[in-house]
């Protein structure tokens, strides 16, 4: 995710504020945050990438959509690094 002066967010400040955005309620920008944040980790980083993962699952599966894509991201983050 680029920020206005073209330079490149951290996936980590990703995570933490969809982390916030949760907490406030703000699940549409949250989830935006977390796709980006599964996009951009480096493949070395899968305990963040499964992370984030479980939490956009975890959304979805609260709002009632998206449940086979939710299945299927607890099934990679699982892969990737288990509970």
Do not use: C, H, V, Y
Request: proline share 5%; net charge negative; hydrophobic share 40%.
């Amino acid at each position: 995710m680029m920020i206005p002066d073209g330079s490149e967010i951290e996936p980590g400040f990703l995570l933490e504020s969809a982390r916030l955005l949760i907490d406030q309620g703000n699940t549409k920008d949250a989830e935006q945050q977390l796709k980006a944040a599964i996009r951009t980790f480096p493949k070395t980083s899968k305990t963040e990438t499964a992370e984030s993962m479980r939490l956009l699952a975890k959304i979805w599966i609260k709002e009632e959509r998206n449940q086979d894509a939710a299945q299927a991201l607890i099934q990679r983050a699982e892969a990737l690094k288990p509970d």
